[in-house]
């Protein structure tokens, strides 16, 4: 291995872009075996969860992707019964997208699921201080493309 090629693989943006697609990677994995739910329709589940009655602009932002990535997400979720578009009676060119009775159950049990799901992948992991650190590069990103844009 290169001396170039081992500065990479030891560097701290590699090892942070490693361990988020493990994480994703294994979420995906539980999700879809226990809960029918990939682990992209369940972020979307998730924000509407959180935020109530919302756009598909406001779900794109959230989930910084683009919003075809999240039309054919909002639709394949309704054509499972999980959610609800509605005309915005604000906007007459927007929907309101919501869960329905079927769509909350599913994310409360997915996420309280994934939350008690222990597969071993953050063994020995201080919990607090990743956050912590995390908390600042979130930050520190959220500074310098708000900078940027």
Known sequence: MTDALTSILNSTAFKLHQ???LV???ADAYL???HDLG???FLVLLIVRVA???SQRAIAASLDVSRASITQRVTALSRDGLLVVTPDPDDSRAHLVDLTPVGRDRIDRAWRGLDAHDDGLDDGVDDTALAGQLDIIIANGRRLLGASS
């Open 39 to 41: 682990y992209a329709h």
């Open 24 to 26: 994703d990677r294994s």
């Open 52 to 54: 109530g009655p919302t």
């Open 19 to 21: 361990a988020t697609l």
């Open 32 to 34: 879809r075996r226990e």
